[in-house]
């Protein structure tokens, strides 16, 4: 509750809610105070009664610095509501004590501090003594001592909506397109160029990243790395399982892929960056149970190659390739997961249904397969023998 004015105090108008007056002297001058006239923009001394009265009667309203924009009792928030009681309890004990005993703020706030501390059911902890001069002073100012949650964080943005404008129109232009090589920190040294050209930014300001960042996010997109994306391989690379696959036994379920390797290949004809690993998953140990090296585009052929590996044992390659496995998955899968490339198709592969091996299809550069394209690489370097990069078949 304001008691009185004080210097820097805005006068509203009820009803519309306008500046009128600002309080420029709060001190008492043969019972009034000075005051500046927004409308006339001249200085003049009020009666103080005069000025009570018309706030009292609800003409003009106090607008103070450091007020509550929602006041505690519209916050419906019950620890808000005890903790102002606490909080006011607290300071008018202090305030008590300083006027009764006649001693300082401090040696007030220690003797309450010490009183507490001797009770031996205290159920809360004792504020700061910092805590406390800041509630008294609110209290000598007309302040809440508490404003609640609601009071905090910005109410108005701190860059205007034609600095977000122009940081979306150079987002989508430069950066969110497919395959772009624009990072964040080009796009946000290039949006302040314009800003600065526009005039829309100070000489001595600049957009961070993080504000670039949070623009796009809330206007543009949500994931910036899809936008920058091979559409050919993004579905691929941010799809996610939603259900689970479960698999009873080994060989109940084997996924079978062929993964570009991004290697260069030394070979009698000559170099080739076309170097394919055909390879094949046990779903359920997750063992490598069949894999082929191919120069140039896997063909059917390939694939039944790594088909067969899966039916037979490869504890000799195993061994030879240095890996120490007491497991050695191998036999007839019961389903056969392929994608649609076209070493997927034909009639042998068709024909593995005589085998017992039931083949179905997913969608090309989509899951389960490509899921397991990591592995595979690791899988491959063994196989080459060597992991440089760099290698010779």
Not at 58 to 76: P, S, W, Y
Request: glycine share 6%.
């Amino acid at each position: 509750m304001k008691h009185n004015l004080l210097n820097g105090d805005e006068l509203l108008d009820a009803h519309t809610g306008v500046t009128t007056m600002l309080v420029t002297n709060a001190k008492l001058v043969a019972g009034r105070v000075k005051v500046l006239n927004l409308a006339s923009d001249s200085e003049k001394f009020i009666p103080y009664e005069d000025l009570r009265q018309r706030i009292a009667s609800g003409e003009l309203t106090i607008k103070r610095k450091g007020d509550a924009l929602v006041h505690a009792a519209r916050q419906n928030n019950t620890a808000l509501d005890e903790a102002v009681q606490r909080a006011l309890h607290l300071a008018r004990e202090v305030q008590r004590l300083v006027a009764s005993r006649r001693i300082s703020a401090r040696q007030a706030y220690l003797c309450l501090k010490e009183k507490h501390l001797d009770n031996p059911e205290r159920p809360l902890t004792f504020p700061s003594r910092a805590t406390v001069y800041r509630h008294l002073k609110r209290l000598r100012q007309g302040l809440p001592v508490l404003v609640g949650d609601k009071n905090k964080g910005n109410r108005t943005p701190r860059r205007s909506e034609q600095l977000c404008n122009l940081v979306c129109q150079a987002a989508e232009r430069h950066m969110l397109e497919p395959m772009s090589r624009w990072s964040v920190h080009s796009l946000t040294a290039y949006a302040n160029q314009l800003a600065h050209s526009a005039a829309l930014l100070s000489p001595g300001d600049s957009m961070s990243k993080k504000f670039v960042r949070k623009v796009i996010f809330e206007n543009l997109s949500t994931d910036m790395e899809l936008e920058r994306m091979d559409p050919r391989t993004a579905s691929a690379a941010k799809s996610t399982a939603k259900q689970s696959i479960r698999v009873a036994m080994p060989l109940a379920r084997v996924e079978q892929d062929a993964v570009h390797l991004p290697w260069l290949v030394r070979t009698p004809t000559g170099d080739t960056k076309e170097l394919y690993l055909v390879y094949a998953i046990d779903c359920a140990t997750g063992m490598p149970v069949g894999w082929h090296l191919v120069v140039g585009a896997p063909t059917v052929g390939d694939t039944l190659k790594c088909l067969e590996f899966v039916l037979f044992s490869n504890a000799a390659r195993f061994k030879e390739l240095g890996i120490t496995s007491d497991k050695d998955c191998y036999g007839t899968p019961s389903l056969l997961v392929l994608d649609n490339g076209p070493e997927t198709k034909g009639e042998r592969v068709q024909k593995l249904s005589h085998l017992g091996i039931d083949v179905m299809y997913c969608k090309s550069r989509q899951p389960p397969g490509q899921a397991l394209h990591r592995a595979a690489e690791s899988l491959a370097q063994r196989e080459a023998g060597d992991p440089a990069g760099l290698h010779t078949l």
